[in-house]
């Protein structure tokens, strides 16, 4: 359990900007929207673990920055992404995770991180918001570990709003 200090305070006050960041990226119809928030959840997200002194995940979150600026660059240009910058990504997330490696613990973010990719890669948002409810199921573990408290509340809010967004969008079709 961490004491209430300073840079503790500023640990929470980042994890509750990436809860709203997270909460409106699942309801936007458009991919570079979801993109810029992502850009803005992970920005957030790495002010907090860095504060909380949580390496591998403030790792994990600058390559979701780079992630999200990539597929946001192919997006806004209409390009095709290919495979070749999926597995770059991909084994990028590894050897940072690799390097980076502080036990057992260390090995969520990196995990989460390969799903985030994955739906991040694709052009069908429904492949998005399913990668969107199993990433933080898996990152959930890891914010407990480090006391990101408002990180699991962001996940917890990822996962219910993946849930309600697959329900509404992609079942309901509204």
């Not at 993109?35 to 803005?40: M, Y």
């Not at 390496?55 to 495979?83: E, M, V």
């Not at 990152?139 to 967004?165: H, P, Q």
């Amino acid at each position: 359990m961490y004491e209430i200090t300073l840079p503790f305070v500023f640990s929470q006050i980042a994890g509750l900007c990436s809860v709203l960041f997270a909460a409106v990226s699942n309801f936007q119809k458009q991919k570079n929207r979801v993109l810029v928030l992502l850009i803005l959840c992970n920005i957030s997200c790495f002010i907090e673990y860095l504060f909380l002194g949580g390496l591998s995940g403030a790792y994990a979150s600058i390559l979701g920055i780079i992630r999200a600026y990539i597929f946001y660059l192919y997006s806004k240009n209409n390009k095709d992404k290919n495979i070749f910058t999926l597995i770059l990504i991909v084994l990028t997330t590894i050897i940072v995770g690799i390097l980076s490696y502080d036990g057992i613990i260390s090995i969520l973010p990196v995990l989460s991180a390969i799903v985030y990719t994955y739906g991040a890669w694709q052009d069908n948002l429904t492949i998005y918001r399913f990668c969107s409810a199993i990433g933080p199921l898996i990152w959930i573990f890891y914010d407990i570990g480090v006391s990101a408290y408002f990180g699991i509340l962001t996940c917890m809010i990822e996962i219910l709003g993946a849930i309600f967004a697959i329900i509404k969008i992609d079942i309901l079709k509204t």
